[in-house]
């Protein structure tokens, strides 16, 4: 028996752990097994196999029960996962039910998950943008957070390395606060938007860009994609269904095949993590306790490392959950800052108008992405002020047009027919959508509740995030900014949209609770992503972000997992981990 139990647990060490499959922890698996080590990659969900899981992608509409909509009975039971603008019929089943996986919300927040392998790389916007230096420099200047141990040039190369490998569309566009990556062919602006990129050109001196947005789409896919199996994107806009061809980047299409070609890797699906084990004696991490999905039986599995990218709030239920004498209010919390200072993106407000030119034209096929207009407040410097206006940070925005149809549906048979098939065009109609940064704030916080508990005997995570007057004020100003850009285009019918009511989480951008920082008495991670008080557990999604720019978050992840796991592999060898 002693010799099976020392099998048993043989066969449960690895080199490494990597908590999460999805962009972070795919990215994280390909690193680490690529650089040698065995690695064990533990997903709470389901398997989810690159085309052969996506049942849906092939489907004609018709074939749909509900003409793609969500059924009543569905929204009913899932109030929460229906608002999210991906979950149709055809991918509500890579989406968490509501029911299944219970939270508190201690302040109203819209937690969209999806748990199987691949996360939520498969129904995700593909929007990225890389950081710039002004990003970085935001906590320091204006003293709200704590100051990044990383600027722009430590990333760089990062961002460049990943851009390559997971294939990123766009224009190098020189903008200073937004800068060009390693690109693919991109795709056209329409008439309309083009339009409106040149006027703002003139009124505003090339101070408020309108681009096409970057993206992870495959428009001329290169050596590298290939050798991972994918192909040209399609154009289909079906994209939250799971892309058959590989034409935009997940974990389930690039990562992860591309790890589990090493040999290295092990791909353990329905592995719930319960804790991360402490051991007082080697004052290091040695492992996790998971729990099985199906059976919850509690096994321990060892590694010399280990990565937690579980998503942001879950990688933090994970470390205030592995609690022990040496750190009794979680892993790596001396400080008691842990679960603190989380943040999101305001995408609460839109606005739209009409333009009345361009009516010999209209949109040809479908583009998977629309444009986008760079943060241009409080860029380089703070600019807002006065007590009504002044607002910390700044905002992005969506930028898209199309021509409105109307269909006369009268008739019968052949009359209704011919009806149909001849709509009839009217003004080119656009929107744009703000995607605004919210201050990290202590008031803003995640905690285990001290009653309540999952299917798995887990703390179920109390949520405490909402909006703040910064936010408010950033709402007005978009407005008042983005009617006066669009008055100055020449559009009409401008119309503006608050929604108060409409939580925070809808976003899925939430970042921060386990933040770098350059002092361990005010943050959580250390330049490298490594616990200050535990430094061979790395945290690399969005857990570990000091503050959230307004960019699309992803890429940056990608990069900071790379980074990461190359430091990691590197203080294997010197033996300091």
């Not at 592995?271 to 306790?289: P, Q, W």
Request: glycine residues 10%.
């Amino acid at each position: 028996m002693a010799y099976l139990n020392i099998d048993s647990v043989k066969d449960r060490t690895f080199d490494a752990i990597v908590i999460g499959s999805g962009i972070s922890g795919g990215w994280a698996a390909k690193e680490l097994t690529g650089k040698g080590l065995r690695t064990l990659v533990l997903e709470r969900g389901r398997d989810v196999k690159h085309i052969t899981d996506y049942p849906t992608t092939m489907m004609p509409p018709w074939e749909f029960a509900h003409a793609g909509q969500l059924s009543k009975e569905y929204r009913d039971a899932n109030p929460i996962a229906s608002r999210c603008y991906a979950n149709r019929e055809d991918a509500k089943h890579f989406f968490v039910k509501d029911a299944e996986h219970p939270y508190v919300q201690e302040k109203p927040f819209d937690w969209i998950r999806g748990y199987q392998v691949g996360g939520k790389s498969l129904m995700w916007a593909r929007g990225t943008q890389r950081w710039s230096q002004f990003d970085f420099d935001g906590p320091a200047r204006d003293g709200f957070a704590v100051e990044w141990p990383i600027g722009y040039a430590d990333i760089a190369p990062w961002y460049s390395y990943v851009e390559k490998f997971a294939g990123i569309s766009g224009n190098k566009d020189g903008l200073a606060q937004l800068p060009d990556g390693e690109f693919l062919p991109p795709h056209e602006q329409s008439c309309v938007e083009k339009h409106f990129s040149e006027q703002m050109a003139k009124r505003y001196n090339g101070q408020r860009p309108v681009i096409i947005g970057r993206c992870a789409h495959l428009t001329k896919p290169q050596p590298i994609h290939y050798q991972q199996g994918r192909a040209q994107c399609q154009n289909r806009d079906l994209c939250q269904r799971g892309c058959p061809y590989g034409g935009y980047f997940s974990s389930n299409s690039s990562t992860l095949p591309w790890a589990a070609k090493t040999g290295k890797m092990t791909l353990q699906p329905d592995s719930v993590v319960h804790s991360i084990i402490f051991d007082e004696k080697k004052n290091k991490a040695t492992g996790v306790r998971v729990i099985d999905a199906h059976t919850s039986q509690m096994t321990e599995y060892y590694a010399r490392i280990i990565f937690v990218n579980a998503a942001c709030l879950n990688s933090n239920l994970i470390l205030l959950n592995s609690i022990s004498t040496r750190f009794p209010r979680g892993l790596g919390n001396d400080n008691g800052l842990l679960g603190k200072y989380v943040a999101f993106h305001n995408f609460r407000t839109t606005i739209s108008a009409e333009y009345e030119g361009f009516l010999d034209k209209t949109t040809d096929g479908i583009r998977p992405n629309g444009s986008y207009i760079p943060r241009f407040r409080n860029v380089q410097k703070q600019e807002t002020s006065g007590p009504a206006s002044r607002f910390l940070r700044g905002y992005a925005a969506g930028f898209s047009g199309s021509r409105m149809t109307h269909v006369d549906m009268a008739g019968m048979g052949a009359d209704l027919k011919a009806n149909l098939m001849q709509p009839q065009y009217g003004n080119w109609r656009v929107g744009s959508h703000m995607m605004g940064e919210t201050i990290p704030k202590e008031t803003n916080y995640v905690r285990l509740d001290k009653t309540l508990k999952d299917a798995w005997g887990i703390p179920q995570l109390n949520i405490s995030v909402g909006y703040d007057d910064n936010d408010e004020k950033m709402i007005v100003d978009f407005h008042e900014q983005m009617t006066e850009m669009l008055t100055g285009a020449g559009f009409i019918n401008i119309q503006t949209h608050d929604k108060p009511d409409k939580a925070p989480g809808l976003d899925i951008h939430e970042m921060g609770g386990v933040r770098m920082g350059k002092d361990p008495k005010t943050s959580l991670l250390n330049k490298w992503n490594q616990l200050h008080t535990c430094k061979n557990v790395f945290v690399t999604d969005g857990a570990c972000m000091t503050s959230t720019s307004t960019q699309n978050p992803s890429l940056t992840f990608m990069a900071i997992t790379a980074r990461a796991a190359n430091h990691a592999v590197e203080e294997l060898k010197r033996g300091t981990l």
